[in-house]
């Protein structure tokens, strides 16, 4: 076993509307670790709120992410998506390899359903260099590097939940090669 407290995280990540100050979260990620090492993951679509504003619409988002804005009119609603984040959340951190825009889609996203943030999230390159040995990170950065982001919320929480995954069975293998 590791000492590692992989536990305590979920790895988060949002695709959105654009880029513009005004956007709001579209498809929402998060992904943890079992105790066998695997990858779970939760992803959905989000259905926007009325009082977002349509002009933070980017058709270049939505041509990086491959979600049409009419998809979003039968997502599930932004209330279901943001509880059952906080119940997969629970007490633990959120990790993101961008927590500022992350911070501001949440916080989008959890105002609208009239719930109060008290998410922490941190960077998953300063938590992964605070948190895990030498020998293992190695390992975790060549996982980050495999394949293209893919620009969908699940895959990508899921890409950097597996990177720790590929760590901490690297450690527990004692620090064999995978």
């Known amino acids: 076993m590791t000492d590692i407290p992989f536990e305590k995280y979920v790895f988060l990540d949002f695709e959105a509307s654009g880029l513009d100050p005004n956007s709001w979260p579209i498809e929402l990620g998060v992904s943890w670790i079992t105790t066998d090492f695997q990858v779970e993951t939760y992803a959905n679509l989000i259905k926007p709120s009325p009082d977002w504003f349509e002009d933070a619409w980017s058709p270049i988002s939505a041509e990086v992410h491959n979600i049409p804005r009419r ?58 260099f ?20 893919k620009h ?11 990177a720790w995954a590929v760590g901490l069975r690297h450690l527990k293998n004692g620090g064999s090669k995978l």
């Open 152 to 162: 969908r919320a699940g895959d990508d929480s899921a890409k950097l939940a597996e």
């Open 130 to 149: 605070q948190t895990f040995p030498d020998a293992a990170l190695n390992h975790i950065y060549e996982r980050m590097t495999r394949g293209r982001k």
């Open 71 to 128: 998809d979003l009119d039968t997502a599930p609603s932004l209330d279901v998506v943001a509880r059952d984040f906080l119940t997969i959340l629970g007490d633990r951190i959120a990790l993101s390899d961008a927590p500022a825009f992350e911070r501001h889609w949440l916080e989008t996203l959890l105002q609208a359903a009239q719930l109060v943030n008290t998410v922490q999230i941190q960077d998953f390159d300063a938590t992964t």
